[in-house]
Each structure stands twice: as C-alpha cells, then as structure tokens.
C-alpha cells in the first residue's frame, strides 16, 4: 500500500510536471479574451466561422519580433480570405520590458499598419496555458480550437527571400487537405518572455 502511495504520488508530481510544459499537437487550447491596442477585447469565439487560428506570440522589442513583423503582416493578408484569423498576443511583462507596454503596443501596430489584434497578455495569464517560450511563438489550431502545428514560422529569421522550409505555411496546407502536419512541431527561435522578477 506504501508503495502505492509513493506511486501515485510520483504520478501527480509528473502530471504537474507535464502540464506546466503547456500545450501539444492534439490538444485542445483555451480560449482567452485580450485587449487589443484598439482597446477591445477580443476572443476566439468571436469568430465563428473562421477555419482555424494562427496565435503569434510576439512583441515590439525583441530583434527576432521585428524581423518577423513584415511576414506576420503578410501572413494575416494571405490567409485572411482562406478563413484563418490571425491573432498577435504580447505576453511580455511592461516592469520587466518597458518596450513593450500597453501604450507602446498601440504605437507600434500603428506605425507598421496591423490589420489583425494584437492583444496584452496582462498578467501574463495566457503564455504559460500555451507553452510559449519565446518571441515570436505561433501555435496553428483549427477551428475545434485542437492545436495542430507549434514552433517557427519558418527556417530563417534573418531573410525571408531566403527561406527554404514555410513551416507555418505548410501545416496549414496540411490543414487544407484534411492531413496532420508534419512536422507538427519545430523549435521557436527568439527572445525569452519577459517576467517581472
């Protein structure tokens, strides 16, 4: 009995261990409802016939952010019509990263023309849901919120005529032929989220 005890206890710690980690392909996110720099809250559940969401982890400050805005921007063009929403979430702490407060956001989204939210994390409440380690971070779900692709959006942040592998791309050409992406998940390359100490 003692043994079984120290099992499941063993069990639990795992679990916990397991959870903190976030999100895998196949799970079902949470939906959130964030303030976007147009001051409006916005959800997924907002956008009921929308195909599935692209989730961006990102922010003003970070080198790998800003090389990655312009494709970002492209990407919530190009997919818009096919019925994927793009959805721009800071999840940096302002105290931790001035750059990347509130107000700076609404400068930047409008400096660069966003046409698609970009939502303040506050509290920093959403990030750790979804196991986002960096800036930039997408997660692809579909329109049953079950993740589907987590990672890079592609294999070169510093050039984009120089990309050879689209991977945010093709897990959603996947999606479009009703098949699993593959890889489902690559390495997110950027700035670690930023967290008051």
Known sequence: MKKFGIFALF???????????GY???DKATDFKLK???????????????????????????????????RVIELAKK?????YVLLAINPNDPAA????????????????????PYLF????????????????HVFLL??????????AIDDNVEDAKA???HYLENAIAALEKGQEPSPATTKAIGCTIKVKK
Not at 45 to 70: Q, R, S, W
Not at 110 to 115: A, H, L, N, V
Not at 121 to 136: L, M, R, S, V, W
């Open 79 to 83: 997919y818009k019509p096919k019925g």
């Open 163 to 165: 990309v050879k592998e």
């Open 24 to 26: 895998q392909p196949g």
């Open 142 to 151: 579909d329109k049953n919120l079950i993740v589907k692709y987590i990672g």
């Open 121 to 136: 994390d506050e509290g920093q409440k959403i990030y750790p849901q979804y196991g986002a380690t960096k800036t930039p």
């Open 11 to 21: 069990m639990v710690i795992l679990m916990s261990f397991t959870n903190s980690t």
């Open 97 to 116: 990263a001035p750059d990347d407060s509130y107000e700076l956001m609404k400068v930047r989204a409008k400096e660069k023309g966003f046409t698609f």
């Open 36 to 70: 976007s720099v147009d001051g409006k809250m916005y959800s997924m559940a907002d956008y009921k016939d929308a195909k599935g969401f692209i989730v961006v982890f990102t922010c003003n400050h970070c080198p790998f952010a800003v090389k990655y805005e312009d």
